[in-house]
């Protein structure tokens, strides 16, 4: 079963906006992380937050964790052209489980 | 580099015709983990290993087989292929500080 289910599927908006993308979780984790794949190829590690935390940031990318909610966002802002891409929360309790994913599109 | 390395990144083949789909990684990480991908379903996790010897069935370990007998690689085999396992897969391994490295996957086909 996935532990993480992103929001929404596809996501399309102009350079220059912000894009977020809402992820939610059915049970208790340790930590909950997002990554980036482009097109087929690997994912990459973008950012994780801890349980307690309660927000993170790292350059444009602003992560929320909501435990009460079993949720959490991820806001890119100023997009860029560069940024499309599938994004995917993973919700780690015992292993890492992964949800669908968000495709954004970011047009110059 | 620290990288995670699965072979082949391509492969047909016919059903029933047993397969391995290799991956080795170079950062010492205990655990590892196997996923296929397929369109409208996101990642899929098959088996995961928490260290040597110890593999557990993730959500879809139908039709899998995997070992670890050491620590820097995680085969995953077919023993008997079908066409519903052709997909994307992906390889990956954490460490403490429990972010996934993936490896670049490998397409199968199975016709």
């Known amino acids: 079963s996935q532990q993480g289910e992103e929001d929404p599927q596809a996501l399309s908006i102009q350079e220059g906006e912000n894009a977020t993308m809402n992820c939610s979780y059915k049970?208790?984790?340790?930590?909950l992380q997002w990554y980036r794949q482009n097109s087929g190829r690997g994912l990459v590690h973008l950012i994780l937050?801890?349980?307690?935390?309660r927000e993170k940031h790292s350059g444009r990318l602003r992560v929320t964790l909501d435990t009460s909610k079993k949720s959490s966002s991820l806001l890119i802002t100023a997009s860029r052209a560069a940024d499309t891409a599938s994004y995917f929360c993973a919700a780690l309790y015992s292993t890492l489980t992964f949800g669908k994913g968000t495709m954004l599109l970011v047009s110059p | 580099e620290a990288q995670v390395t699965q072979n082949p990144r391509y492969l047909i083949t016919v059903t029933g015709k047993k397969l391995t789909v290799t991956c080795s990684q170079n950062m010492n990480h205990e655990y590892m983990s196997w996923y296929r991908q397929d369109p409208g379903l996101g990642l899929r996790q098959i088996y995961y290993s928490m260290n040597v010897e110890v593999t557990d069935k993730g959500d879809v370990p139908e039709g899998y087989k995997v070992s670890r007998k050491e620590k820097r690689n995680f085969p995953l085999i077919l023993e008997s292929p079908s066409p519903n396992q052709t997909s994307l897969y992906f390889c990956?391994?954490?460490?403490?500080?429990?972010?996934?490295?993936f490896g670049q996957g490998t397409r199968l086909t199975v016709v």
């Open positions: 937050i801890r349980s307690n935390e």
């Open positions: 990956a391994s954490s460490g403490s500080s429990a972010e996934a490295f």
């Open positions: 049970t208790s984790i340790n930590n």
